[in-house]
């Protein structure tokens, strides 16, 4: 199934959403219409209970190469961003899914934004990323000044603001910025088997190893690890988690309900 926007692609088959940006003429730089289906988009697939991994990509060459400086709205000043491109940040950090940004080419500005908000980035060969805020004069959006100290610490991650440019694949995993940097070749194929490992997880360990990662971000250690305590008690009461069990003695993979 795939749904019609004018600059944005969502693709549903199963247990996988992919989410593309699609002005691969304009290096699938932002518009306000961009940011305005991106968020419809994204927050369909927060919303659809039968997904488990969301892929964020671009079409063409390049991931997402910031504001478009030649579109006209931009540069405009914007409403308060409670339900605007702001607001993808916080879904794609926060969503049931794991979300994985698939890069290639192009990651800069809002791109970039995005890019960290997810919980996983892979990329090729190609990839170049960039703050790129300073460059343009503004202070950085898309929630960067608190995603990225969590991915690459924070004095990195003061120095990609402070001082924009341009960070190749190769740098880029060895920062973290990336988790996979595939040979550009085989990429679709080793996104393709990264999503399928994810896919044939037991679901509820999977969406729940991920609301434990966020419950540490905001919480302390004891309360978290009564939050984490009650969560393991009710897994290890699942179906699935007996099937886990049952699949390992046996050597074979295991078979998932969800239950």
């Not at 693709?11 to 961009?34: F, H, K, M, W, Y």
């Not at 044939?200 to 971000?217: D, F, R, V």
């Not at 897994?235 to 099937?243: A, M, N, P, T, Y």
Request: proline residues 5%; glycine residues 8%.
């Amino acid at each position: 199934m795939s749904e019609a926007y004018e600059q944005v692609r969502l693709e549903l088959a199963g247990s996988v959403a992919v989410v593309s940006i699609d002005r691969p003429d304009a290096r699938n730089s932002l518009t306000r219409q961009t940011g305005l289906e991106l968020y419809d988009a994204v927050r369909r697939v927060a919303d659809d209970r039968e997904v488990r991994v969301l892929v964020l990509r671009g079409t063409g060459k390049d991931f997402c190469c910031g504001a478009d400086l030649k579109a006209p709205q931009s540069a405009a000043p914007r409403p308060a961003p409670a339900f605007d491109t702001y607001q993808v940040t916080v879904l794609l950090h926060e969503m049931r899914p794991i979300s994985i940004a698939a890069i290639r080419g192009g990651c800069a500005g809002a791109g970039f934004g995005w890019a960290c908000a997810c919980d996983l980035r892979v990329g090729d060969e190609t990839v170049v990323m960039n703050t790129a805020f300073l460059d343009v004069a503004v202070a950085g959006d898309m929630g960067v000044p608190w995603t990225l100290p969590r991915i690459i610490g924070a004095g990195r991650a003061r120095d990609l603001s402070l001082f924009p440019r341009k960070v190749l694949g190769a740098e880029a995993l060895q920062l973290g910025l990336l988790n996979r940097l595939w040979p550009s070749e085989a990429f679709e194929a080793e996104l393709e088997d990264f999503v399928a490992r994810l896919t044939q997880a037991a679901p509820q360990a999977l969406a729940l190893l991920k609301a434990n990662y966020l419950e540490a971000e905001r919480t302390d250690l004891r309360s978290f690890m009564a939050v984490e305590a009650e969560r393991h008690v009710r897994l290890l009461e699942s179906e699935d988690r007996k099937e886990a069990f049952r699949a390992r003695i046996e050597k074979r993979p295991g078979k998932f309900t969800g239950r």
